[in-house]
C-alpha cells in the first residue's frame, strides 16, 4: 500500500511528457514506438524520461525532508 503511494505521488510530480511515456510503457510500448508517436528519436525518449524521472524522484524526496522538518 505504501510503495502504491509513493508511485501514485511520483506520477503526480512528473511533467505531463515522462509520465505520458511512463503510462505508454506501462502499456507494453517500446521506446521505439513511443518515439514514432512523439516525432522524436529513440535515444530522445530515453533521456526524456530518464532526466524527468529523476526529477520529480528529487521533489518527491524534498517534500518527504520538508515534511520531517514540520
Same mark, same amino acid.
Given at each position: 500500500?505504501?510503495?502504491?503511494?509513493?508511485?501514485?505521488?511520483?506520477? *503526480?510530480?512528473?511533467?505531463?511528457?515522462?509520465?505520458?511515456?511512463?503510462?505508454?510503457?506501462?502499456? +507494453?510500448?517500446?521506446? @521505439?514506438?513511443?518515439?514514432?508517436?512523439?516525432?522524436?528519436?529513440?535515444?530522445?525518449?530515453?533521456?526524456? @524520461?530518464?532526466? +524527468? @524521472?529523476?526529477?520529480?524522484? *528529487?521533489?518527491?524526496?524534498?517534500? *518527504?525532508?520538508?515534511?520531517?522538518?514540520?
Amino acid at each position: 500500500m505504501h510503495n502504491r503511494l509513493i508511485l501514485e505521488t511520483l506520477l *503526480k510530480l512528473m511533467d505531463a511528457d515522462t509520465r505520458r511515456i511512463y503510462c505508454w510503457r506501462l502499456e +507494453g510500448y517500446s521506446e @521505439f514506438q513511443i518515439a514514432k508517436r512523439l516525432g522524436i528519436n529513440r535515444s530522445a525518449v530515453s533521456v526524456r @524520461f530518464a532526466l +524527468g @524521472f529523476k526529477e520529480a524522484a *528529487k521533489e518527491l524526496l524534498r517534500g *518527504k525532508r520538508g515534511s520531517k522538518r514540520k
